[in-house]
């Protein structure tokens, strides 16, 4: 059963759309619903179409005046020429909140343990996961899903953080900590907390015993009691980042916390204060632990970052959400230009170190936010859409475009699948190590096409497990191929995975069909 099944009526988010044939701006604003609802949210929303010439009732009921009037949950959203941001922003402003604040996804724990027998064998038994490319992805793809993400909405630095405490809990964090330090299980909690903090030290610094590459060198800047800092150098979340006025490593902070608090028995609190984010040389974690007190009920904190933000550039007048937003897109572009250029061997984004990490590293981040929350997948394809449209090599897709002779925009799926294809394996691509050999398959009629993707690092290894995840993994990726596609079809076209190492196969394939319509229903 997939996640769209699981995902009761009842639960789902509902949207009145109220139109009119006179409405000269409603086909746009439909347009826009149509791609939110068959792409990040398709099996999330159900859309009702309200013609106010119709239904002059219901139009009264709601105090509909004139059109066009986008409304979600009885609740006026959204009215006249509306962009596909503003409606999307407002959706993820209702669903991220209940995301935070609920705790009743089981999956978690499992998951978590599965991949972390996976991580452990590839790591310390030195088994490897994809015979063709090895267990390492580049930096720049584990920046750009972390980047993708923190441009969604203001609430997500939140989720990342708990996602990456329940990491540190379940994950192998505290294994690899036993095998870095068997000092880690000294009697006195006091002892031990000191102990935990030197193992944290090295598993953050470029070690040969669990070569993760998560950052290049790591101090313990101070300790006192239950307080403590740990600096960290070249962290694989913020490495060759600039100045956007916040901190950007939340996952991290999150997974600091929760490893210690399965050393230590007790709540921990960790926030980060400095960050290549908000223009320090390194990221610096303030620790505390809340003896005593049950685990996960320390206090998430928030940095205030008002005097750093003030240092950054402002965007003429924009809103403070849209301001951030372009702050995102001129970083994700900054990055990724860095990251190509350290694919090149040009300029590394780490001088005391290769830019590479282990694939486990980009899996359990996407992977603990997966199985948080059923809504958390549309996130991640939410994510990756953005990325597809607005990320970088958009030039090697035009030039592939002018090497076939073909005019944008393309109508024909089969051609535009087959150029994607093209864009997939061409050289660069493949210097990431994101995934090996990609196939394109016919679907049963012109208006859907499938895309098989080899060693894919967002699942690789999810199937080696005795206990079969039955998921797809890959939300990200079918996201990102959405938004890649979105730039030379007509029509945004739908992609979802249909097969995974997550559901016991050794590939990941995708489904790609042409743009969604919703049924005309009345409320």
């Not at 490897?128 to 920046?143: A, P, T, W």
């Not at 864009?423 to 190590?433: E, F």
């Not at 290894?461 to 797809?472: D, K, P």
């Not at 996201?479 to 997550?502: F, N, Q």
Request: proline share 4%; charged share 25%; aromatic share 8%.
């Amino acid at each position: 059963m997939t996640e769209d099944e699981t995902l009761q009526e009842t639960e789902r988010i509902r949207l009145l759309f109220f139109t009119s044939p006179t409405c000269f701006a409603c086909p746009d604003v439909k347009r826009v619903i149509e791609n939110i609802a068959g792409t990040s949210m398709k099996g999330m929303l159900h859309v009702s179409t309200i013609d106010v010439s119709v239904e002059q009732e219901i139009a009264a009921k709601y105090g509909i005046l004139s059109v066009p009037v986008v409304m979600m949950n009885e609740e006026r959203i959204a009215e006249g020429l509306i962009t596909e941001d503003v409606i999307r922003e407002k959706l993820w402003s209702q669903i991220l909140p209940n995301i935070i604040s609920r705790d009743k996804d089981t999956r978690r724990k499992e998951s978590m343990m599965i991949l972390t027998k996976n991580t452990i064998s590839s790591i310390i038994s030195q088994e490897i996961v994809r015979k063709n490319l090895g267990d390492y992805v580049h930096i720049s793809v584990y920046q750009q899903v972390m980047m993708s993400l923190l441009q969604l909405d203001p609430l997500i630095p939140q989720l990342l953080y708990q996602s990456g405490r329940e990491l540190g809990i379940f994950g192998a964090a505290p294994y690899y900590l036993t095998v870095l330090n068997p000092k880690v299980g000294a009697v006195k909690p006091e002892e031990r907390f000191q102990e935990v903090l030197l193992a944290l030290a090295q598993l953050y610094s470029h070690t040969n015993v669990v070569p993760l590459y998560h950052a290049t060198h790591c101090d313990v800047a101070k300790i006192e009691g239950y307080t403590a800092t740990l600096r960290i150098y070249e962290l694989a979340n913020s490495a060759g980042a600039i100045n956007i006025g916040e901190p950007l490593c939340h996952f991290t902070a999150g997974e600091i916390a929760g490893t210690i608090e399965a050393m230590i028995g007790s709540a921990t609190g960790v926030v980060e204060t400095k960050c290549k984010g908000l223009g320090d040389d390194y990221c610096e974690f303030d620790i505390e632990v809340y003896l005593g007190k049950e685990i996960g009920k320390a206090p998430y904190k928030v940095l205030d970052v008002s005097a750093q933000a003030k240092q950054v550039q402002f965007l003429g007048d924009l809103p403070a959400e849209e301001h951030r937003r372009q702050l995102f897109y001129e970083f994700i572009h900054e990055t990724t230009q860095n990251g190509y250029n350290s694919l090149l061997m040009k300029e590394a984004l780490r001088p005391n170190d290769i830019d590479y990490v282990h694939i486990s590293s980009l899996q359990q981040q996407i992977m603990s936010l997966k199985f948080r929350d059923k809504f958390c997948g549309a996130l991640l394809y939410s994510a990756g859409r953005e990325l597809g449209v607005i990320g970088p090599g958009k030039r090697l897709i035009y030039d592939l475009l002018a090497s076939e002779n073909a005019e944008l925009p393309i109508e024909s799926l089969k051609q535009a699948t087959h150029i994607m294809q093209k864009y997939l394996t061409h050289p660069t691509n493949y210097l990431s190590r994101q995934h090996s050999f990609v196939e394109v398959f016919d679907g049963e009629d012109e208006d859907e096409m499938f895309v098989r993707i080899h060693e894919c690092a967002y699942a690789s290894g999810a199937n080696l497990s005795e206990t079969n995840l039955n998921e797809v993994l890959c939300d990200f990726q079918a996201g990102y191929l959405a938004g890649r596609l979105a730039l030379v079809l007509k029509d945004p076209p739908i992609v979802s995975e249909t097969k995974c190492h997550g559901t016991g196969h050794n590939f990941c394939e995708f489904r790609i069909e042409k743009g969604y319509s919703f049924d005309e229903t009345e409320d």
